[in-house]
């Protein structure tokens, strides 16, 4: 079955560069129309979509966050990796990653999700 | 702001139906897929209905999804206590080149 995991930090200071790993299983980001997003939701707030990276490479961001974000895949880890620069206050959120198919065109299967907090 | 709008909340007794409302525009939802979301209290997000009104495996026949225009509408019939959740709506935004989410709604079984 799929399974995905997020992990990374649980804190990290203003201005610092976050990074997270999405470890997954039950599926290969090799197989065509095969994807991963990244999710987030500050607390008490709801779902902002962040990126999206396909089998093929293809890339998508947020455009209110494209400059400061970075998706990768390792395929032969089974990896996806989101990098955020110049993190904030506000960019306290738990952050999930989650499977995609394009032909469906939704998340299937998400993650736990990870806390992140942004302090000093 | 979300893109998409939905009620902030909705109530009903157990055994009763409610709808959940998702209102957006022709960028997203008049021309694009709504997926929605059950997300209970202090879990990840779980996909309820995709590509407007079909249901994953083991989703039970209780929720029901419908798109019309710019709208999308959940549906939940015999409620249970266990429904208790919020519940978001979600679709592509092909002027935005973006995935939307809506506020999210947060239903109450009485």
């Known amino acids: 079955q799929i399974t995905l995991k997020e992990s990374g930090p649980t804190l990290v200071k203003p201005t610092q560069t976050l990074t997270l790993t999405c470890s997954f299983s039950?599926?290969?980001?090799?197989?065509?129309?095969?994807?991963v997003g990244w999710i987030r939701q500050p607390p008490g707030k709801a779902l902002e979509w962040l990126a999206l990276?396909?089998?093929?490479?293809?890339?998508r961001y947020s455009p209110s966050l494209k400059s400061r974000l970075t998706i990768t895949k390792d395929t032969s880890k089974n990896q996806v990796v989101l990098t955020m620069a110049n993190m904030d206050p506000v960019d306290t959120a738990t952050y999930y990653c989650?499977?995609?198919?394009?032909?469906?065109?939704?998340?299937?299967?998400w993650g736990q999700g990870t806390l992140v907090t942004v302090s000093s | 702001q979300s893109v998409l709008t939905q009620p902030p909340s909705v109530s009903a007794a157990p055994g009763q139906k409610v709808t959940i409302s998702c209102s957006g525009s022709?960028?997203?939802?008049?021309?694009?897929?709504v997926s929605w979301f059950q997300q209970l209290p202090g879990t990840a997000p779980k996909l309820l209905i995709y590509?407007?009104?079909k249901r994953p495996s083991g989703i039970p026949d209780r929720f029901s999804g419908s798109k019309s225009g710019t709208s999308a509408t959940l549906g939940i019939t015999g409620l249970q206590t266990g429904d208790e959740a919020d519940y978001y709506c979600?679709?592509?935004?092909?002027?935005?080149?973006?995935?939307?989410f809506g506020g999210g709604t947060k239903l109450t079984v009485l």
């Open positions: 989650a499977h995609r198919v394009s032909t469906a065109v939704t998340f299937d299967y």
């Open positions: 039950g599926f290969s980001l090799s197989t065509s129309g095969v994807g």
């Open positions: 990276i396909y089998w093929d490479d293809d890339k």
């Open positions: 022709s960028s997203n939802i008049g021309n694009n897929y």
């Open positions: 590509e407007n009104n």
């Open positions: 979600g679709t592509w935004d092909s002027s935005l080149s973006a995935e939307v």
